[in-house]
């Protein structure tokens, strides 16, 4: 089974800031199929990014997706009030696992 | 737009079967597409189940496999999950989800809270 691990737990920011979330797979993800999700209190996930880069349909462009070997980074390039929210990544190169998500919470 | 909204007991004896179904609005599931169970135990993060299509074999998680059926009702546009011999471990809110070919899930339901309790 493929682990993610994401980093920090917690990441403390102000608004109009550039947040940078990793997520870390213990081994290759085939194709880099990785999955973004943003989830705010009391609702379902969101889908934001497919493939470890490709935005999903309506995401807006300050949402960006990267990859170095096994390390997969989210960027929100400028933080909105509606951005403070809980992220997971989700692999799909074999079978399907989530990390264990990243706090985005208002400094 | 599709649209998903899950149903089922919010209570269930340990031992016992868990039953949910996904009612599916906005898109014909006998089509393409993956559905899927996902679920959420309270303060924790998201564990995928199951996966389905009309057209291809079910996936499942292989820690759960041998306790769920994910079965379809194409004439109500509807799915559902079953998951025997249940414990607290899973208590959980379970949602359903369009699966993108057994990849990423685009359209998520609300979400349900199931308790497993005596």
């Known amino acids: 089974e493929i682990v993610l691990a994401q980093s920090p737990g917690t990441l403390s920011l102000s608004p109009g800031e550039r947040a940078t979330l990793s997520c870390r797979a213990s081994?290759?993800?085939?194709?880099?199929?990785l999955a973004w999700y943003q989830q705010r209190p009391d609702q379902a996930p969101r889908l934001l990014i497919y493939?470890?880069?490709t935005r999903a349909a309506g995401i807006p462009d300050r949402f960006s997706g990267s990859v170095s070997g096994t390390d997969f980074t989210l960027t929100i390039s400028g933080l909105e009030p509606e951005d403070f929210a809980v992220y997971y990544c989700?692999?799909?190169?074999?079978?399907?696992?989530f990390g264990q998500g990243t706090k985005v919470e208002i400094k | 737009q599709v649209q998903l909204q899950e149903s089922g007991p919010g209570l269930v004896k340990p031992s016992e079967t868990l039953s949910l179904t996904c009612t599916v609005s906005?898109?014909?599931?006998?089509?393409?597409?993956?559905w899927g169970w996902l679920r959420q135990a309270p303060g924790k993060g998201l564990e995928w189940i199951a996966s389905?299509?009309?057209?291809?074999?079910?996936a499942y998680n292989p820690s759960l496999r041998s306790r769920v059926t994910i079965s379809a009702d194409t004439s109500n546009n509807l799915f559902s999950l079953r998951l025997s011999s249940v414990t607290a471990a899973d208590t959980a809110v379970y949602y359903c989800?369009?699966?993108?070919?057994?990849?990423?899930?685009?359209?998520w339901g609300r979400g349900t809270l199931v308790t497993v309790s005596a």
């Open positions: 989800a369009r699966d993108r070919a057994q990849q990423y899930f685009d359209s």
């Open positions: 906005g898109y014909p599931i006998y089509r393409s597409f993956y």
């Open positions: 389905f299509s009309q057209s291809g074999s079910p």
């Open positions: 081994q290759g993800v085939s194709n880099n199929y």
């Open positions: 493939g470890a880069y």
């Open positions: 989700q692999q799909y190169g074999s079978s399907r696992t």
